[in-house]
């Protein structure tokens, strides 16, 4: 699939939007792109497959950040629906209240303990993506739905600005001698880097670990716990009917995926892709690998089904 969206200043005051390129060929993905993403709420619904049975409840477009280029104000101008442009705290509570909306069906909301853990969720994932985005340019989105029919959550964290890559090797002074002499290190066991493993796969891997980020200080409180706590989330969650919960990351030209039975690499905060849990030997493919195009900063996706330990019986006062 290829797309192209573009709003053209006319005349002061009116923008006229343009958005080209082909749908995918599979009906059931087209009609996810138009029925759930940012092209819905730009371009509205297309007739064509507006009466396709998805079986998903999107929720709002949530839209943040703090650059100097104010993408989500022209954004605005000609969306269609609802945007939500809201503080950390009402982005956290608009997904939790979505989440628990969802269950009413069954009789079920969420418990306090099932609030807090899609609250945390929901906020470690925005404060370690705006930490990475910098200041330059930095513009967040958020989107997702709830599969009916198998009970599945999706979320997307769609973020522009700096990749993991640039963020911790440019833009982070106290982290580059660290990261440098982690870079020596493997040059030193296997060489220079390849197409198939390269530098910035590396590094963002480096960047996902315990106790590192780019904004790390030699002499206080380490700081980069924030994706230790989202994939404990993770690896917390357990497998349902017809739900394999996954998450993966974009970030430049690297994607990383995993799923519920890749746990075994993972180990007290640190994600390592092989059986020797080696940071330095070489990483299974399927969980890192390089993209031949580049997005300029990081998709963070969850799939995953909603926890009996999350939900509670709902009473007349709820």
């Not at 580059?176 to 040059?187: A, D, F, G, S, V």
């Not at 357990?238 to 995926?257: A, C, D, R, W, Y």
Request: hydrophobic share 35%; charged share 25%; proline share 2%.
């Amino acid at each position: 699939m290829f797309l192209i969206f573009g709003i053209n200043c006319e005349e002061e005051g009116k923008r006229k939007k343009d958005v080209l390129g082909t749908n995918p060929k599979k009906e059931n993905i087209n009609a996810l792109l138009w029925g759930n993403s940012l092209f819905r709420h730009i371009c509205g619904k297309d007739e064509e497959i507006v009466n396709y049975d998805l079986g998903i409840e999107p929720f709002n477009l949530i839209a943040g950040g703090k650059s100097e280029v104010e993408l989500i104000k022209i954004f605005k101008l000609g969306i269609n629906g609802d945007i939500l442009l809201d503080p950390l705290k009402d982005n956290c509570t608009y997904i939790s209240n979505y989440i628990s909306n969802s269950q009413k069906e069954k009789g079920k909301i969420l418990s306090p303990f099932g609030y807090n853990c899609i609250n945390s969720l929901v906020g470690e994932i925005l404060t370690n993506s705006k930490e990475h985005l910098g200041n330059e340019y930095s513009q967040y989105f958020i989107t997702g739905f709830f599969k009916k029919d198998i009970g599945e959550i999706n979320l997307s964290f769609i973020n522009f600005g700096d990749t993991f890559y640039h963020g911790i090797k440019y833009n982070s002074k106290d982290i580059k001698e660290t990261l440098n002499e982690m870079i020596k290190t493997y040059k030193m066991q296997n060489g220079e880097f390849s197409e198939d493993f390269t530098e910035e796969m590396f590094c963002t891997l480096y960047a996902l670990q315990f106790k590192i980020s780019r904004e790390y200080e030699k002499n206080g409180e380490i700081r980069g716990t924030g994706m230790k706590a989202v994939f404990d989330f993770f690896f917390s969650l357990k497998e349902k009917e017809k739900i394999n919960p996954t998450f993966t990351l974009i970030s430049g030209n690297t994607k990383i995926q995993f799923d519920i039975n890749d746990k075994k690499y993972y180990n007290k905060g640190i994600l390592i892709f092989n059986d020797n849990n080696n940071f330095f030997k070489e990483q299974v493919r399927k969980n890192i690998f390089k993209l031949k195009n580049f997005f300029p900063g990081t998709i963070i996706s969850l799939n995953f089904g909603i926890e009996d330990s999350w939900l509670k019986e709902i009473e007349k006062n709820d």
